[in-house]
């Protein structure tokens, strides 16, 4: 590990799936110790869901697994509570609680403990126990109302957890600044994440630009000219995204469309949204007419934003994100700071539920026997 | 302000628009000190695009203006930059080295520094200094290709600058993270953030389903069943997010559909959306004869996923963001776990170029004739 920053921070995450993990996968990728803690038996369901994203979440972790429902499984992660500096968790809000291991268990025995919930909605309100989904959230956060076709309603784009990894990301900045603030005070800390706040988080920016532009419909609000995905001739796409007045002109340029470059109605970002059911049919019929090599080459060396649109299929040759060792030899990184990886995930080889028990239980001072007797009764 | 976990940190941001900025206004909402260093003259290019955006943005700083390209100018950067502990910059690559105050300049000042530099495709590789846009971002990270329309080409659907916000939650992560590195080591710290990369990085789980499913044709891959956004009778939105079965069996006996329940064809998540294109248009067509407070009423009680889509105008009025307070009275949250608000954005009042030259400066030890001379000569 070439940097580790948090190589002093012990973690212990209970979440499942897709949000406490992406989060204490980042603390682990920095260097905290992170012990993920399953349920005995089954452990997460994501391992069952999707086999090779357990792995990439959780191949830098410790997998010990407690059955929380037994008081010795109990006993045992409030003992290792009492060392962490992090706790991460995940469950349906009143869960952890009804288990014994909410906030409040917790600094009894561990009094500076950093204490972090993520849930849909968040702890408290009247949405606090509904369930939902990465979907859900998207909406309730206002994304949706500005997404998809200018012209049409709302609508469901979106091709990954946009408000899962809000709710992760929030999490894990959180933590982050919690673990600073430990600096400046001990005293225990409650992070109540929700992810649909967290989404929330980021629209922001698109609100007040809504706001400054007098609340306009969204055809007006998101109608966009000369910034969009394009069709070449060999079948790919580019994006182009001119927003500034002097990129227009050396798009127009290379087009050959000095008219357009002319037009005084087309001379600032507003108007050339404005204009885009005139302008944007042409663009696509001039894109259309040579290879995106062609284009990528001659929109770059004329200094316009322009990048290939890249597929799961083709973007470990992109020549930047090769040039960069994003994907170094067939691993994957899981930050971008940092070169550490993992094996390449076709051959999945998912760690057994409960894997390093004997390591982590017997580091805590039980003996051998001990957690071999935790075994045997189905505590761990 | 409630909590400020690192009330002990001096942050100086150089950047413009919104990655740089978004990052640096979480750190100062976290009791960071933020210099915000503009152009003398001009400032910030966000003060003129999106005037509300940018006092969201920049609303809890202090404002100072340098004209670095004098030498005056560059040596009371220096003597700030001394100070900091950390470096936030968002200029293309290149040019804070042209500038002298790159990594390798601020270090000999300041041998512990945390310096971020934040650009579209990173600070190496041939992408390097290619001017760039969200867009562009969301094209190359894969995005795209799993966005919009399952049975079309790759898409660009997303209503927010997801990439953008991507680096700037990276940049922001990193630092932190660098920040808690000082208990381990006083080194100056290098971060290249690359927003294309950023986005990546949150492709990733995405990216492993692909691979678990065994590189699927998008349409396989993205068509999703009872999970998307339906409208209800009074021309509203509302979300369901049916992933698990038993979520399915509830959703179904609530829209009297228990044909579909029953049906081995759709008895899992896989199948259901492979089947999508007979169970899409049933659904609709249910949800369409009531209105949504019918169904958001039935769907919850019944334990379905199921939310409002809001949307800028009526997002303040849902009853979930109203309770957590994500609005506090005409005020905007910054930080899910943080009460500090700003005020109404509907009156901006951007903070001058410069405003907080005097406190800051002197704070360094400059007389007051020195920073009105300062002034004068056009450094500051």
Known sequence: MSYAPLKDVYVLDCSTLLPGPYCSMMLAEMGATVVKVERAGAGDTMRAV???????????????????????????????????????????????????IDFDSIKKVNPSIIYCSISGHGQTGPYANIPGHDINYQGLSGLMGVSGDPDKGPEFPDGFQVADLGGSMFALVSILAALNGRNISKDPVFLDIAISESLAMWMMPRYFEYLGHGRPPKSKFMGRGPYGIFETKDN??????????????????????????????????????????????????????????????????????????????????????????????????????????????????????????????????????????????GAI
Chains 1, 2 share one sequence.
Request: proline fraction near 6%; glycine fraction near 6%.
């Open 50 to 100: 999707i086999p090779g994203c357990f792995d990439y979440l959780n191949g830098n972790k410790k997998f010990v697994s407690i059955n929380l429902k037994q008081k010795q499984g109990l006993d045992t992660f409030l003992r290792i509570a009492k060392k962490a500096d992090v706790i991460v968790e995940g469950f349906r809000p009143g869960i952890a609680k009804r288990l014994g």
């Open 236 to 377: 790919k796409y580019i994006t182009i995204g001119v927003v500034e007045d002097h990129f227009w002109v050396n798009l127009c340029k290379v087009l050959g469309l000095d008219d357009l470059a002319a037009d005084p109605d087309l001379s600032s970002w507003h108007k050339r949204n404005f204009e885009r059911k005139r302008i944007v049919p042409t663009i696509t019929a001039a894109i259309k007419k040579e290879n995106a090599e062609h284009w990528l080459d001659l929109l770059t060396k004329a200094d316009v934003p322009v990048a290939p649109v890249c597929d799961f299929e083709n973007w470990m040759d992109n020549p930047q994100l090769s040039d960069r060792k994003f994907f170094p030899k067939d691993k994957y990184r899981r930050f971008p700071v940092n070169e550490l990886t993992i094996d390449n995930p076709d051959e999945i080889k998912q760690p057994a539920v409960g894997k390093d028990n004997m390591e982590i239980y017997t580091d805590l001072g039980l003996a051998a026997s001990e957690v071999e007797s935790l075994k045997k009764e």
